[in-house]
């Protein structure tokens, strides 16, 4: 179980979550995402809509629902454990609940039918966050290539070697996911480079561009990766979906989009009324993103600076500023 976190709003958690999700489940593995989110981002994004459900995460937290009842499987096939907005309350109502850190983990238990469960975390370290770090085996960091990115993770390592300490030992770092990158500012640069320096190779190779695609897929109700396979963003998530299966030892999951027609089908018609949605329009990808995240995957940025574990000196930034 994978806990997507940073507690610093908008870096890029739940994009990560659905697209990766998407694409372990695309890739013949079955897997869940917990939306742990009261503004439930995941589960719109997946196509759920709040208002058709009848019992949410907040049940199983609250131990009203089993795992079963609360489950919806989406078109690409995975299941999502939607949030509803009532689980802004499980954060208050669970200070005063017994083993309160330990809801997640009791609820999700041992006999979890999935191979991999992702867990999008609220953009905070309360208790809905305790809980993922404490049910998790590993913990997925999304990091925005922006100013004070490094402050947020600090902090949020903090909380996991806390949560490793007293409630959850063997939590472990699966890595750091770089995004919203755009190599045309001198900054998206220095903080890629300035992450790498500090984390090493526990740094995924893939970097997730800026990409239009990326945001405007939730107005569809599905992820880019089956909004459109061949999005730069689709693309980055596929190379990142790889290498986190390479890390978990999962069976491989191909980086390239060889199976066409599998997307295609996970994919739900543009314009269909999904969970309320389905306004989006699709806009062509801004000008100079090519200069920005070349179509060539094997020229992704970061990969020629693979990493090796050993502190780099910066490398002079190139670019412009924009
Ligand atoms: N690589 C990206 N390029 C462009 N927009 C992105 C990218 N990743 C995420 N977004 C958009 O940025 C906003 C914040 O992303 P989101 O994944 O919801 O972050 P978080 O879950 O950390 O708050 C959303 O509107 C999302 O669609
Ligand atoms: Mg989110």
């Not at 790498?196 to 569809?220: K, N, Q, Y």
Request: glycine fraction near 8%; charged fraction near 20%; charge should be negative.
């Amino acid at each position: 179980m994978i806990c997507v976190a940073n507690q610093k709003g908008g870096v890029g958690k739940t994009t990560t979550c659905v697209n990766v999700a998407t694409v372990l489940s695309l890739a013949g593995h079955r897997v869940a995402v917990v939306d742990l989110d009261p503004q439930g981002n995941a589960s719109t994004g997946l196509g759920i809509d709040h208002r058709s459900l009848d019992c949410s995460v907040y049940d199983l937290l609250a131990g009203e629902a089993s795992l079963a009842e609360v489950a919806v499987t989406t078109p690409a096939g995975l299941d999502c454990l939607p949030a509803t907005p009532d689980l802004s309350g499980a954060e208050v109502e669970l200070v005063d609940t017994p083993a309160r850190e330990f809801k997640l983990a009791e609820a999700l238990g041992e006999a979890s039918p999935y191979d991999v469960v992702l867990v999008d975390c609220p953009p905070s370290l309360g208790l809905l966050t305790i809980n993922a770090l404490v049910a998790a085996t590993d913990l997925l960091i999304p990091v925005q290539c922006e100013y004070y990115a490094l402050e947020a993770v600090a902090r949020l390592l903090d909380n996991a070697d806390r949560a490793r300490r007293s409630l959850n030992p063997t939590l472990r770092v699966a890595g750091f996911v770089l995004t919203m990158f755009d190599r045309r500012t001198r900054l998206a640069v220095q903080v890629a480079d300035e992450v790498r320096r500090h984390f090493g190779d526990l740094v995924f190779d893939a970097v997730v561009p800026r990409s239009v695609r990326l945001s405007e897929a939730p107005s569809f109700g599905q992820p880019a990766v089956t909004l459109d396979p061949t999005a730069r963003g689709s693309v980055a998530y596929r190379a990142v979906a790889a290498e986190l299966a390479a890390r978990f030892g999962l069976s491989e999951v191909p980086a390239q989009e060889r199976d066409r027609e599998q997307y295609r089908r996970a994919s739900i018609a543009v314009g269909t009324q999904v969970a309320g949605r389905g306004y989006g329009v699709i806009a062509p990808e801004p000008e100079g993103i090519d200069d920005a995240w070349p179509r060539d995957a094997g020229s992704a940025p970061g990969r020629d600076r693979a990493m090796t574990g050993q502190p780099r000196t910066a490398s002079p930034a190139t670019g412009t500023t924009t």
